[in-house]
């Protein structure tokens, strides 16, 4: 028997073969009831799609990849976990659109990406963590020279080009610290390096700021404590406060990993999370309801964020516009604010 065409779901759901391409490659491009009728008749015929032909055809591979940056100087672990559940997600929504997805651990150091364009080993690149945003920003610049399509998850700024894909980080830090003062903290320690160079803690700082600001609260400015993502680093910078006896109500830490640390050093130092300081997250980690308290936190939306990223990349791939996204962020309550 011959392996079953496009023509023939056409004919057997009563439309075009232009039809039938969209309603596989593209479902949202045609109504509910002909995208079922198209879908039934491709099950009926046992149609699956020729994936070298479709290649051939159109020049691509149908092959997307996903490079991760080095960010926690730590041999066993240099990703930061948040990228875990969001690599998770890109793979399960790629696959759902018959896309194939190659994973690559990028080295600070090295000439990362530009392989995959000049080799034509994917069709396009989706670029996750970065350690200096200067030095990235420079990086993706020479990927223009490549000429192939890509797409970020960072920050979402004005002046950054319109392939960046991020959740909203002023937001979602203002919320959170609305929140701790509303609650009447009024010394809240912010722990994450405050600067450009890292632009998604700097939007999370100016929500920190814009928070105080309209609460009439004026922060400590010996309160904003340099620290980047790790557990290590947010011990170690509330061990830093607790010995130099500056006083303070409420932890705001940029990454759900330096809170942890955070209520791990005050706990060591005999006080009480929430009753005595209070302490709140960024990420939603699946180990803040490990903890005790569970730690409350803003919670980024990966889902979205994967098929918002898989979804830009496709637009880019078949040359159609795009345009830069922000993902809301959710607040999530748990023990550790006390609210």
Not at 127 to 134: K, P, S
Not at 137 to 153: M, N, Y
Not at 328 to 339: F, K
Request: glycine share 8%; with cysteine; aromatic share 8%.
């Amino acid at each position: 028997m011959r392996r079953p065409t496009s023509i023939d779901i056409a004919a057997l759901a009563g439309v075009s073969q232009a039809t039938v391409s969209r309603a596989l490659s593209r479902p949202a491009s045609v109504s509910e009831g002909v995208r079922q009728r198209v879908f039934d008749a491709a099950a009926k015929l046992n149609y699956t799609v020729d994936i070298n032909a479709r290649k051939l055809r159109s020049k691509k591979i149908n092959t997307i990849a996903v490079l991760v940056s080095e960010d926690i100087d730590q041999g066993d672990n240099p990703i930061n976990p948040f990228f875990l559940p969001l690599i998770g997600q890109i793979m399960n929504y790629a696959g759902e659109k018959g896309v194939d997805v190659l994973m690559s651990l990028q080295k600070q150091s090295s000439d990362w990406g530009a392989d995959y364009g000049f080799s034509r080993r994917a069709d396009g690149i989706i670029f996750l963590g970065y350690r200096d945003f200067e030095t990235y920003l420079q990086k993706i610049e020479a990927l223009r020279t490549v000429g192939e399509p890509w797409v970020v998850f960072g920050p979402v700024m004005p002046e950054t080009p319109n392939v960046f894909i991020g959740s909203d980080n002023e937001g979602g830090a203002y919320t959170a610290v609305a929140h701790l003062l509303k609650l009447g903290r009024k010394r809240i320690v912010f722990l994450g390096e405050a600067s450009e160079r890292h632009s998604e803690f700097f939007e999370r700082y100016k929500g920190f700021m814009r928070a105080h600001t309209e609460a009439g609260v004026r922060p400590d400015d010996s309160l904003a404590i340099d620290c980047f993502i790790s557990r290590e680093e947010g011990a170690a910078a509330i061990e830093r406060l607790l010995d130099d006896s500056i006083t303070f109500d409420a932890v705001f830490a940029v990454t759900d990993l330096l809170a942890i640390g955070a209520i791990q050093s005050l706990q060591k130092r005999g006080l009480n999370v929430p009753k005595d300081v209070s302490v709140m997250g960024f990420d939603d980690l699946w180990a803040c309801t490990c903890i005790n308290p569970a730690l409350s936190t803003v919670r980024q939306d990966t889902k979205t964020a994967a098929q918002v990223l898989v979804d830009t990349l496709a637009a880019l791939i078949d040359g159609e516009p795009v345009e830069m996204t922000r993902i809301p962020t959710q607040l999530v309550i748990r023990e550790s604010c006390g609210g």
